[in-house]
C-alpha cells in the first residue's frame, strides 16, 4: 500500500474512532476490539520500508520509541474515558475533555518523532503511523473494556423491581 493510501487510511480511523469517543456508547465488552488493530497492524507490518534500510539503527529505535510512547498515550486515553452502568446494566462510555486533551498529546507526540527523525534524516513510512495507530487503539480498547468489567452491577430501585 502506498503512502498516501497509507495516510488516509489513518485520516480515516482517526476521524471515525475521534467522532464516536465523544458520544455517549453502549460498549459491548464482548465485541471485537481488537480486529481493528489487527487489520491495520496487519497492513503496517506487510510495508517493507517501515524500517529505512539506509538507517536501519536509527529507524528502528524511531519505531521502538513511537511504539512504547503509543502504549503509553493509549493507556492514559483508556482512563480518560468516562465509563457507567445505565439502569437496565447496559455500559456506557463516552470521551471527556482529557479524552481530546489526550488526542492532541499523541498528535503532539508523533510530530515530534517525526520531526526527529527528519531530523536525523531517516525516511519516515506511513505504515509506522499505521502501525502506532494499532497500537494505540488495541491498548485504548483493552484499558477501557478492563474499567468496564470492573464496574459494580447496576442496582434496580424498588420503583423497577
Same mark, same amino acid.
Given at each position: 500500500?502506498?503512502?498516501?493510501?497509507?495516510?488516509?487510511?489513518?485520516?480515516?480511523?482517526?476521524?471515525?474512532?475521534?467522532?464516536?469517543?465523544?458520544?455517549?456508547?453502549?460498549?459491548?465488552?464482548?465485541?471485537?476490539?481488537?480486529?481493528?488493530?489487527?487489520?491495520?497492524?496487519?497492513?503496517?507490518?506487510?510495508?517493507?520500508?517501515?524500517?529505512?534500510?539506509?538507517?536501519?539503527?536509527?529507524?528502528?529505535?524511531?519505531?521502538?520509541?513511537?511504539?512504547?510512547?503509543?502504549?503509553?498515550?493509549?493507556?492514559?486515553?483508556?482512563?480518560? $474515558? /468516562? =465509563?457507567?452502568?445505565? &439502569?437496565? @446494566?447496559?455500559? +456506557?462510555?463516552?470521551?471527556?475533555?482529557?479524552?481530546?486533551?489526550?488526542? !492532541?498529546?499523541?498528535?503532539? $507526540? /508523533? =510530530?515530534?518523532?517525526? &520531526?526527529? @527523525?527528519?531530523? +536525523?534524516?531517516?525516511?519516515?513510512?506511513?505504515?509506522?503511523?499505521?502501525? !502506532?495507530?494499532?497500537?494505540?487503539?488495541?491498548?485504548?480498547?483493552?484499558?477501557?473494556?478492563?474499567?468496564?468489567?470492573?464496574?459494580?452491577?447496576?442496582?434496580?430501585?424498588?420503583?423497577?423491581?
Amino acid at each position: 500500500m502506498g503512502s498516501v493510501a497509507n495516510l488516509l487510511v489513518i485520516a480515516a480511523v482517526v476521524v471515525l474512532v475521534a467522532q464516536r469517543q465523544m458520544r455517549v456508547q453502549r460498549l459491548d465488552t464482548e465485541r471485537r476490539f481488537w480486529l481493528l488493530p489487527l487489520i491495520l497492524g496487519a497492513l503496517a507490518l506487510r510495508d517493507p520500508q517501515i524500517i529505512d534500510h539506509q538507517h536501519t539503527a536509527l529507524s528502528a529505535t524511531l519505531l521502538a520509541v513511537g511504539l512504547v510512547t503509543v502504549l503509553a498515550m493509549g493507556s492514559v486515553w483508556g482512563w480518560t $474515558v /468516562r =465509563i457507567w452502568r445505565a &439502569a437496565d @446494566g447496559a455500559v +456506557l462510555v463516552k470521551g471527556t475533555r482529557a479524552t481530546v486533551a489526550a488526542w !492532541g498529546g499523541m498528535i503532539a $507526540v /508523533r =510530530i515530534g518523532l517525526y &520531526a526527529t @527523525g527528519s531530523a +536525523l534524516g531517516v525516511h519516515q513510512a506511513g505504515s509506522s503511523l499505521m502501525l !502506532g495507530m494499532a497500537v494505540l487503539l488495541l491498548v485504548r480498547s483493552l484499558v477501557v473494556n478492563w474499567r468496564a468489567r470492573t464496574l459494580e452491577p447496576a442496582r434496580r430501585t424498588a420503583a423497577l423491581q
